[in-house]
């Protein structure tokens, strides 16, 4: 297993342990991490809506900074999801990505 997967399983195991402790079913956190997706996506688009200004109430309130932290954290929170999902998250992303570049890239570049 290679960086940033090391990383990933490492918070996924880690939150398994803290939803085990809450007594919570494997479904269930697989569930509540999916929805985390969501909300990370959410701060993102808000953070987008910041830097155009198009909110009344707080006008440009973000900077394209915070657009790629936030994007950041919804790429980890999906990653650390999938880990916890899939024990081989590393291999099957692996070959998600392989499978999607074959789609949408010329054959030279995938």
Request: negative net charge; aromatic residues 6%; charged residues 25%.
């Amino acid at each position: 297993m290679t960086e940033p997967w090391t990383t990933i399983t490492a918070l996924a195991h880690r939150f398994d342990a803290v939803d085990a402790a809450l007594g919570m079913q494997p479904e269930e956190s697989h569930t509540l991490q999916i929805l985390k997706i969501g909300e990370e996506f959410g701060e993102a688009a808000q953070a987008v809506i910041g830097v155009k200004g198009t909110n009344p109430r707080k006008g440009n309130s973000h900077t394209w900074d915070d657009v790629h932290d936030e994007v950041a954290d919804v790429v980890i929170t999906a990653m650390v999801a999938l880990a916890r999902m899939r024990p081989d998250a590393a291999g099957y992303f692996t070959r998600q990505l392989r499978l999607k570049a074959a789609k949408f890239l010329p054959e030279d570049c995938a």
